[in-house]
């Protein structure tokens, strides 16, 4: 007799996995946005901290293969290592945060959410003139790295700061999987040591690796065949949309 599972969890694997069959698209397309878009919808379903914990391997799976898919990986490293030092202290200080869950860790998810959804649509830059990389770089990872254990989305401020660099397109691309790497390698870290994530969560988070690679392998293919510029308007029109849906959830 075929095994059938309880219709609510098959509900729950099926949101699960077009969530980041969708959030793997849109990093494909972008190079950039499966923790984010994972963080932003199923933070609507679920608490912050169990979804940080869901998006842990897809982000490491997906930024590892964006991470390696050029050279040039030694000289960022070299680079960009006092922002990447300042990620990995933040997120352990902010972890515990995101894993006490509650109505702030919503709201500060919601927030993050909005904030970058709103520099994206209006295009915000932060030129950063190399003379100024060695005390801006540290505090740049150190407030990333807070915002990452407080909501578990890695972008803000580290993406504009990144842009701003005047790196190749290349090079941004992998300074991004590098940064969104050592996010979430720190993120599992500190989940861990706030005892909000174990090795038998993995499993779930294993299963969404999948879907997260078909997304991602699908955005590539169709990256040249669509308008980026519109492509990345609706994505930030979306995350608007959620970022204030959840800010005014967790007050209602």
């Not at 699960?16 to 190079?31: H, S």
């Not at 897809?58 to 006092?82: D, E, H, I």
């Not at 150190?142 to 660099?165: E, I, N, R």
Request: aromatic share 8%; with cysteine.
């Amino acid at each position: 007799m075929p095994l059938s599972l309880p219709a609510p969890l098959l509900a729950h694997i099926g949101v699960v996995a077009a969530t980041f069959a969708v959030a793997g698209f849109v990093k494909g397309v972008t190079g950039m946005g499966l923790p984010t878009v994972a963080m932003a919808v199923l933070g609507t379903l679920m608490l912050p901290a169990q979804a940080a914990a869901l998006l842990l391997l897809p982000s490491f799976v997906t930024n590892v293969w964006q991470l390696f898919a050029g050279s040039g990986v030694r000289a960022l490293v070299v680079r960009l290592w006092p922002m990447l030092a300042g990620i990995v202290g933040g997120t352990l200080v902010a972890a515990p945060f995101i894993a006490g869950g509650g109505v702030w860790a919503v709201a500060g998810l919601g927030a993050a959410l909005t904030l970058y959804a709103a520099a994206g649509l209006r295009a915000w830059r932060l030129p950063v003139p190399v003379r100024h990389e060695r005390w801006l770089s540290p505090a740049i990872g150190t407030v990333t790295g807070l915002v990452t254990g407080v909501t578990g989305v890695f972008v803000v401020p580290a993406v504009p700061y990144l842009q701003g660099l005047e790196l190749t397109k290349e090079d941004l691309v992998q300074a991004l999987g590098l940064s969104f790497t050592v996010s979430t390698i720190a993120l599992a870290i500190g989940l861990a040591g706030a005892h909000a994530f174990a090795l038998d969560g993995l499993r779930e988070s294993f299963a969404a690796v999948l879907p997260a690679l078909a997304g991602m392998w699908l955005g590539q293919r169709v990256r040249g065949r669509i308008s980026a510029a519109s492509f990345r308007r609706w994505f930030f029109i979306c995350l608007l949309g959620l970022g204030l849906e959840l800010m005014a959830r967790a007050f209602v």
